[in-house]
């Protein structure tokens, strides 16, 4: 659990992180746009030629590159920093990784007096990657549900709202889901759910990193994410990761090596 807090609290640094990111990003941007209209200007009223004798055009592609480069170098420091902690790559129990975070943010569902069911199935095969980032995954996913919940009680709905956390195996795969009766997403706003800095919150509120986040690390792991909504009714984010496959260090160890050791 305490590493599960640590990562709600990276979370929010990389909040901040992005409302940083938008400001720093915003001059650099503005004076690449000054300097092209500029330069379009220029070259309406006198021959490229003679810009480029002088110098000039140079200069202003030289500014131009240079601010791209500065947004390049925000945007390259704050992806690291999104990664920074992914340590070695583990076994996770599923059931662990959803339990640990279910308890974490547990206090806002039941502030909202929500049903929560946590529906794991039995015998559930483990998963690889790095258990901190599995389970900023369903942080992220459990926050949106409670934000989407809050939203629907502020808006008078009447129904007690619900939250299902689950997970199964399909077709070979893991499969967790996350499921609100929220409002639910309209559909014009589904093909842009990934997109980082995509949100319809309020600053300070919502940083539009959480899903894209998520895919990153999702993807990472050799899996993917999806989400089903219907407005009225609620929403449905659905990751699949591949299981953990080859030798499992909890079971083989002192188990005879019945396992063939990499090469
Ligand atoms: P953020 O939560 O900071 O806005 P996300 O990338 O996590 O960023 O989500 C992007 C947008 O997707 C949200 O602003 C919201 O409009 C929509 N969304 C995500 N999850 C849900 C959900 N469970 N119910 C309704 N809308 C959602």
Not at 83 to 100: C, M, T
Not at 127 to 134: A, F, H, T
Request: proline share 8%; net charge negative.
């Amino acid at each position: 659990l305490e590493q599960a807090v640590v990562q709600a609290d990276k979370l929010s640094a990389v909040g901040l992180m992005a409302a940083g990111l938008a400001h720093e990003i915003n001059n650099p941007l503005a004076s690449i746009s000054a300097y092209t209209e500029d330069l379009q200007d220029r070259l309406r009223e006198e021959p490229a030629a003679r810009l480029q004798e002088s110098g000039e055009l140079d200069q202003y592609l030289g500014t131009i590159r240079q601010q791209a480069l500065r947004c390049k170098g925000f945007v390259d420091s704050m992806l690291r920093f999104t990664r920074r902690e992914s340590g070695p790559s583990r076994l996770i129990r599923v059931e662990d990784a959803l339990r640990d975070t279910l308890a974490l943010i547990h206090y806002r569902f039941r502030r909202l007096g929500a049903r929560v069911t946590l529906d794991l199935a039995p015998e559930l095969p483990p998963v690889r990657g790095e258990p901190g980032l599995l389970e900023q995954v369903v942080l992220n996913l459990l926050a949106n549900a409670a934000d989407a919940l809050e939203d629907a009680a502020a808006a008078g709905a009447e129904s007690r709202p619900g939250l299902r956390l689950g997970a199964r195996t399909e077709d070979g795969w893991v499969v967790i889901e996350v499921e609100d009766t929220g409002p639910g997403i309209p559909p014009e706003h589904l093909p842009r759910l990934f997109e980082p800095f995509f949100t319809t919150k309020p600053p300070g509120k919502g940083t539009g990193l959480g899903l894209a986040v998520c895919q990153d690390i999702v993807r990472a792991m050799g899996g993917e994410i999806r989400v089903e909504s219907e407005l009225g009714r609620g929403t449905r984010v659905t990751v699949r990761l591949p299981p953990a496959a080859g030798p499992q260090p909890a079971e083989s160890e002192g188990g005879g090596g019945t396992w063939p050791t990499n090469p």
